[in-house]
């Protein structure tokens, strides 16, 4: 299927890894532009090295590397610089660290608050008016399957990623009449640096080998298995594609069937 793309642009936060690689990979295949960031240059360049080999089939797909913290308004300024004018724009960043809530801090929530809500507002701001004055938009939220069911130690995100989706809920009935949809994919498990990090944490927690946390963990999905985040990235391209501009205000689990909820 032709998502109907090639040649427009994207800006893909937090890409040099994980699902963020996987959606700015599927949107270079499709031909998209991609201005992809992270803060660690040599993992970034890598990053867009693979990215450029695998994308922009038939022409397109070129890729811009701005290595910067996009929690922060010089890194957010300096994607944007990168590409002023987004057609698509997926909102990423490293997740909260997990813990006890009684340990948290104001300082900490902020800096939860910033990753995880703030910095994806900010960036629909500075983009949201261009994409309804050119008639096309898609900006797509990463943030977790938390929001529907919160994860214990994931209080921080829990709070945080529920923050923006009120927002986007209200922000992209708006903006549809204008050809501009905002939603948001929920990750259950991928198979991610990040993933693994949070199964060290659990697996110390209860005492266990972390071979042994992991096997439980996937084994506990129905799908038997964690996500691969091209599976994440695929759906995250068709929500960018010319098909999809019936689609906003979403709430998009993709979790191998986790969520264990009827709807
Ligand atoms: P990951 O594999 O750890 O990759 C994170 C990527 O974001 C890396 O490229 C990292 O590069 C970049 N990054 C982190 N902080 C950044 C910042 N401040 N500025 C710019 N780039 C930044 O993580 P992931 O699993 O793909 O997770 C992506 C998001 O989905 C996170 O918010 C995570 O909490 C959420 N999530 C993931 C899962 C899962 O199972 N994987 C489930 C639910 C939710 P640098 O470190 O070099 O900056």
Known sequence: ??????????????????????CALSLAREGVDVTICARTEETLDAAADEIRAQGGVGGG???TAVAC??????????????????DILINNAGGPPPGDFRDWDRETWIAALDANMLTAIFLIKASVDGMIER???????ITSSAVKAPIEILGLSN????????????????????????????????????????????????????????????????????????????????????????????????DGGGYPGTF
């Open 1 to 22: 299927m032709d998502l109907g793309i090639k040649g427009k642009k994207a800006i893909v936060c937090a890409s040099s890894k994980g699902l963020g690689k996987g």
């Open 61 to 63: 797909g070129a890729v």
């Open 69 to 86: 913290d996009i929690t922060t308004g010089d890194g957010q300024k300096a994607v944007l610089a990168a590409c002023p004018e987004p």
């Open 135 to 141: 008639q096309f938009g898609r900006i797509v939220n």
């Open 159 to 254: 709070g945080a990623r529920s923050g923006l989706t009120g927002f986007v809920a209200g922000l992209a009935r708006k903006t549809v009449a204008a050809n501009v949809t905002i939603n948001n994919i929920l990750p259950g498990p991928f198979d991610t640096g990040r993933m693994h990090a949070n199964i060290k944490v659990n697996a110390d927690k209860a005492g266990v080998p972390v071979e042994e946390m992991t096997k439980r963990k996937a084994a506990a999905n129905p799908a038997g298995r964690f996500g691969d985040p091209s599976e994440f990235g695929e759906l995250c391209a068709y929500l960018c594609s010319a098909q999809a501009g019936y689609i906003t205000g979403q709430n998009l689990l993709i």
